[in-house]
């Protein structure tokens, strides 16, 4: 009996750690060249992509950055914000974010 639990044990221990490795296949990442376009630091557009993911891609698909205009964005954030309860300094990061991801090429962000 014993030797069934440690691979079976084995088994979910690598399962979960798979489950938990950050995946690269994301095109809207914060990225140093997205830094460098916006000004914006790279930790910065890091706090902002961590929230559109925790909050706004509860409602919206993760690469709705790159299908609104970026002049957009400024206009649309804070009515989101509001609705989701975001607080001033998120919204600015999230807005930060956006107009970052924005600039991401269709063409780069649909290859994945």
């Known amino acids: 009996m014993k030797t069934l639990i440690i691979p079976a044990a084995a088994t979910l221990l690598a399962c979960i750690a798979a489950c938990t490795q950050p995946k690269n296949d994301d095109p809207f990442a ?11 630091p790279l930790e910065d557009l890091g ?3 961590a929230i ?3 909050q706004c891609t509860q409602c ?27 607080s001033e300094e998120e919204e600015r990061l999230v807005t930060e974010y956006v107009i970052a991801a924005s600039k991401v090429k269709k063409e780069a962000a649909s290859q994945n």
Do not use: C, Q
Request: proline fraction near 9%; aromatic fraction near 10%.
């Open 30 to 40: 914060p990225s140093k060249a997205m830094a460098a376009s916006t000004g914006t």
């Open 47 to 49: 706090k902002g992509h």
């Open 52 to 54: 559109f993911m925790r």
């Open 60 to 86: 919206h698909e993760r690469w709705i950055p790159n299908e609104i205009p970026t002049k957009e964005w400024h206009k649309i954030v804070p009515g989101m914000a509001w609705n989701a309860g975001l």
